[in-house]
C-alpha cells in the first residue's frame, strides 16, 4: 500500500511542480509551436533534463555539504535560466520572422492536417514533418539548468524521506520524476496542438504563436534576472 501510495503521490507532484513553474512553460512553449510529429519530444527532454539536473544538485549538495554553498550554485543557475529563457524568446522572434513561412491543407481519408513550409536562405524546401528540429536536442540542457536552478524542487523530492522502507521512497523518488516527464510532455503537445485552433491555423497563425510563446519567454526571463 505504501508503494502505491508513493507511486500516486510522486506523479502528482512531479506533474504539478512542472506545470506550476511558468519558467518550465515558457521555456518549452516556443520550442513547441509548429510541431505536428513528436509534438511531445521536447517536453520528454526537458524533463529527462530537469531529472538530471535535480539529482546533480542532490549528489552535490551531499559531495560538498561542508565546502561550496549549494544556494550559491542554485542562485547562478537561476540567473542563467534567466538568461537562456530570453535567448529561447529571441530565437522565436527570429525564427517566426526571418524565414518565409507558408502552410497547405492535407487530407487523408477522413482526417486532414497542415504541414508548414519554411524557406530561408540558408535551407531548401522543408516541412515540418520532414525537417530536422535540433532545438528538441537543447531542451535536454534547458531542462538540466532548470533542475539546477533553485532549491525549490527539493519541496517535491523531501516527502520521499517520510516514507518507512526503501522501497517506498525509491519509487516516490522515480515516479516524481516520471511525473516532471509527463507533466511537460503533455504540455508541450498541448502547445503543438494549438495550431489546429482556427485563429492559430495556417503560417499567420504559426507567427501569432510563436511570437505569444516568444514574447512569455523573454518576459519571464527578464523577471528571473531582475
Sequence with gaps: ???????????????????SG????????PLSVGRSKR??????????GHSSGVLLIGLFASAFR?????NSVSSIAERLVGIVLIAIGIWGFRHAFAHRVHSHPHRHGDGSHTHFHIHSNHTAHQTDETAPHPHTHAAFAIGTLHGVAGSSHF?????????????????YLLSYAAGTVVGMAGFSSAVAALRHWQFLAGAAGYRRL???C???????????IW
Design 210 to 212: 510563436m511570437c505569444a
Design 22 to 29: 511558468p519558467d518550465h512553460l515558457a521555456a518549452i512553449a
Design 214 to 224: 516568444s514574447g512569455a519567454a523573454v518576459a519571464v526571463g527578464v523577471y528571473w
Design 39 to 48: 509534438s511531445w519530444a521536447a517536453g520528454v527532454r526537458w524533463g529527462l
Design 155 to 171: 519541496i517535491g523530492v523531501l516527502p520521499a524521506l517520510a516514507f518507512s522502507t526503501a522501497a517506498g521512497t525509491v519509487t
Design 66 to 70: 561542508h565546502g561550496l554553498s549549494v
Design 1 to 19: 500500500m505504501q508503494v502505491l501510495f508513493a507511486l500516486v503521490s510522486g506523479l502528482f507532484a512531479g506533474f504539478l511542480h512542472v506545470w
